[in-house]
């Protein structure tokens, strides 16, 4: 039996054994079927139950519930999404762009609400998150972020000014409220438990090989659906139907040993704060409930075929390179140890835009894309898949993500070559930033491909 201790911080500390349920135990009939046991298809499963409690649900797992992204990320419930509000205007006009701002900044709020609603201690206190400005290039970027939400008018985004911070080298940084802590852990195997008391079944060790509209078919059985939702996020790229439509992209995090409470003085992060800076290969933390940081950043390389290999969650180049980093932004840490090294792939459609979609013709809803941006997002799609498959009217199925088709992604080698180059050019940005003070072409001419 696989031992699924050690497959991150978060699966280390989680109130839970960790034991598989037991698998698919031969053909099945059910309302709805789910594939992926995250927090997309877990939501879903809430949020319909909400609307319909008679629907008999299956969720269908190929390792074990929160195994891919919804357990491992970086434990940021934050208003963000993929596309920026710019990118989101110039695509579906000012009114929708600001539709699906409101509904993301309410989302971290719901996710927490919930929570509280079944009893479940999730570590989630809303304390926003800093964006660190380390030079003069990034405190124009911290300026124009302020000065665009602000023409918005959603967001409420601050700047601080240098005596409010203390980063190593911070000039300032933005503060943005709609973002809470949370250990996603304890959320994706804690919704699991309390919707199985309310009946939804959940079969874990069960590989799905295919799906079809009302049928999916896996290596114990088939679940025959009246409805289905395809919730596999970066792992749909190992499904015949969804090979190109999302990319896998690797993000690694390190946790280290507690800090006392005066070293957390001296570097200036609240419990419930999460922290980045305004680099372009971006980086990302937050002071856990124990007193750690739980760091990440992107920096592993996209891998040939969309594989996905447990080898590549490990990169001892990338880990290093995070030590480094949260050393360089916070001096006072010394040496403390690296106590844990995690990673693995999120999702990525061709053109950075998550949507939640249903196929009303064909009883298959899905949604995904969202870039490492899922915490609170993965909640706002089992919401809007909720409403579109009971027909139920509602401001979330207006919302501009609904029914976005983002094209396939390039076949082999385009597709690595280019994945990888925009890695690079992020890489060459960051270091042509830091040697001329100037902003970088390399990054302005990336930015249509990342979603600004």
């Not at 649900?57 to 195994?67: L, R, T, Y």
């Not at 919930?114 to 290039?137: C, N």
């Not at 899922?374 to 909720?386: D, E, W």
Request: proline share 5%.
């Amino acid at each position: 039996m696989t031992d699924y201790r050690g497959l991150s911080f978060w699966h280390d500390t989680v109130p839970d054994d960790l034991t598989p349920r037991p698998p698919l135990g031969g053909d099945v009939d059910v309302d709805v079927a789910i594939v992926g046991g995250g927090l997309t298809g877990l939501w879903t499963a809430w949020y319909l139950l909400e609307r319909d409690p008679s629907l008999s649900i299956a969720v269908i797992e190929k390792d074990i519930v929160g195994f891919g992204a919804s357990g491992r990320n970086g434990g940021w419930c934050s208003a963000l999404f993929p596309r920026s509000t710019a990118s989101l205007e110039r695509a579906h006009g000012r009114d929708a762009a600001l539709a699906m701002r409101r509904a993301m900044i309410g989302s971290v709020d719901e996710v927490g609400r919930v929570a509280a609603s079944i009893g479940l201690d999730i570590d989630f206190v809303r304390g926003g998150t800093v964006s660190f400005a380390r030079s003069k290039v990034q405190l124009a970027a911290a300026r124009a972020e302020v000065a665009e939400a602000r023409s918005f008018g959603v967001d409420s985004i601050e700047l601080w000014g240098q005596q409010k911070v203390k980063a190593a080298g911070a000039l300032g940084a933005t503060f943005d409220p709609a973002c809470a802590r949370l250990h996603p852990g304890k959320l994706v195997r804690g919704l699991a438990r309390a919707l199985e008391t309310r009946g939804v079944r959940i079969y874990e060790s069960t590989e799905v090989l295919d799906y079809a509209a009302h049928t999916v078919t896996t290596t114990h059985g088939t679940v025959r659906s009246d409805k289905l939702v395809v919730a596999t996020e970066g792992y749909g790229a190992t499904l015949p139907a969804t090979r190109r439509s999302v990319l896998p992209l690797y993000s690694l995090m390190i946790a280290t040993e507690p800090l006392p409470d005066a070293t957390w003085r001296e570097i200036g992060i609240e419990h419930g704060q999460t922290f980045t800076d305004f680099r372009h290969l971006l980086v990302y933390g937050q002071r856990t409930a124990d007193n750690r940081f739980a760091f990440g950043g992107r920096g592993a390389r996209y891998h040939w075929g969309s594989a996905i290999r447990p080898q590549y969650d490990r990169a001892p180049a990338v880990f290093d390179h995070l030590r480094r980093t949260l050393g360089e932004m916070f001096p006072v840490i010394g040496d403390v140890p690296v106590t844990h090294r995690w990673g693995g792939p999120l999702g990525v459609a061709r053109d950075w835009h998550a949507t939640a979609s249903y196929d009303a013709a064909r009883g298959v809803a899905w949604a995904g894309g969202y870039v490492g941006d899922g915490l609170s997002t993965t909640n706002l799609a089992g919401r809007t898949l909720a409403d579109l498959m009971t027909a139920t009217e509602s401001a979330l199925t207006k919302l501009p993500w609904v029914n976005h088709r983002s094209p396939s992604w390039e076949p082999e080698p385009l597709r690595f070559l280019g994945a990888n180059a925009g890695l690079l050019a992020m890489t060459v940005a960051d270091a042509e930033e830091r040697v001329t003070g100037r902003a970088s072409v390399a990054a302005k001419l990336m930015g249509p491909l990342t979603g600004h």
